[in-house]
């Protein structure tokens, strides 16, 4: 059974492991709370809930965020999300309300559009009546995941380094993914 739970401190061995994960990949973590290091693992903790309302709120021009952890029918976290409560302007142009990743090692398995499904019925909850997505332009399997999630192609951005994203809108009342939510 698929779920996603919020992170907490006594699942610092199986976190340790899907950071390391990563980490040996050499590729680039997704979503970027991952890529803080976790040894100090209830700082880290602390980290990810710092920000979590407007109220908490401390560094200027950033928006309120909550992270979540997917864990797979074998008891591993496998993934994590970042949802984004609102957007600032860097968001709106290359980052969106949801960052997410699979862990290297678990990929190809439909855990990412489980977790997104999950990611934009949490963000309706939060009151959210639409969710831009973004993904690198070359990332085709993100793509096909964000488009069956109901995402429509709106425009790319191309970010201070060269790089171009794709961004997607994906109305929360319509996506086949969210449903009727309560």
Not at 3 to 27: A, C, H, M, N
Not at 135 to 141: L, Q, S, V
Request: aromatic share 12%; net charge negative.
């Amino acid at each position: 059974m698929l779920r996603l739970i919020k992170p907490s401190v006594e699942y610092r061995t199986q976190y340790l492991d899907f950071y390391e994960d990563w980490i040996r990949s050499g590729e680039d973590i997704v979503p970027w709370v991952v890529e803080k290091e976790p040894y100090d693992f209830g700082a880290y903790i602390d980290f990810l809930y710092a920000e979590d309302s407007e109220e908490k709120l401390s560094t200027p021009g950033w928006v309120p965020h909550s992270t979540y952890w997917l864990w797979n029918e074998e008891d591993v976290l496998v993934g994590a999300v970042n949802i984004r409560h609102r957007l600032n302007p860097k968001l709106l142009n290359s980052g969106g309300h949801i960052g997410y990743g699979i862990r290297p090692s678990y990929r190809r398995r439909g855990y990412a559009g489980f977790l997104l499904g999950e990611s934009l019925k949490l963000l309706k909850k939060m009151g959210g009546d639409k969710a831009l997505l973004v993904c690198d332009n070359d990332n085709i399997g993100s793509e096909r995941t964000i488009v069956k999630h109901g995402g429509v192609f709106e425009s790319e951005f191309r970010e201070d380094d060269g790089n171009v994203v794709k961004r997607f809108w994906i109305d929360l009342g319509t996506s086949p993914a969210v449903g009727e939510t309560k």
